[in-house]
Nanobody
Framework: QVQLVESGGGLVQAGGSLRLSCAASGRTIDSYTMAWFRQALGKQREFVAAIFWTDYSTYYADSVRDRFTVSRDNAVNAVYLQMNNLKAEDTALYFC????????????????WGHGTQVTVSS
């Protein structure tokens, strides 16, 4: 079992930045694809970004590409999401997910989930 704990969320003005962290425990995540998803109030959970364990390839939702950067540090068993130029529409609960058994954008395929960290962007 892997436990994932997100941190780094908060309230920020539009145009600002936040860095989310996802700390893993229980097992090492160095052989897992890791991802970030988000869920706004009243909406479905949506894919944000993913990073593969094989070659550290990264993938992004169109809505965040060129503003968000996903990275990982296997030495400390953590994954990060650097979010720049934040917009009001980025407001959501952000989840870290690990060990994809399906397509990287498919939330249903991930075995492990954190409880989320809230990001609120004021316009």
């Amino acid at each position: 079992q892997v436990q994932l704990v997100e941190s780094g969320g908060g309230l920020v003005q539009a145009g600002g930045s936040l860095r989310l962290s996802c700390a893993a425990s229980g097992r090492t995540i160095d052989s897992y694809t890791m991802a970030w998803f988000r869920q706004a109030l009243g909406k479905q959970r949506e894919f944000v970004a993913a990073i593969f364990w094989t070659d550290y390839s990264t993938y992004y939702a169109d809505s965040v590409r060129d503003r968000f950067t996903v990275s990982r540090d296997n030495a400390v068993n953590a994954v990060y999401l650097q979010m720049n130029n934040l917009k009001a529409e980025d407001t959501a609960l952000y989840f870290c997910a690990g060990y994809s058994r399906s397509h990287y954008w498919d939330a249903a395929g991930y075995a492990y989930w954190g409880h989320g960290t809230q990001v609120t962007v004021s316009s």
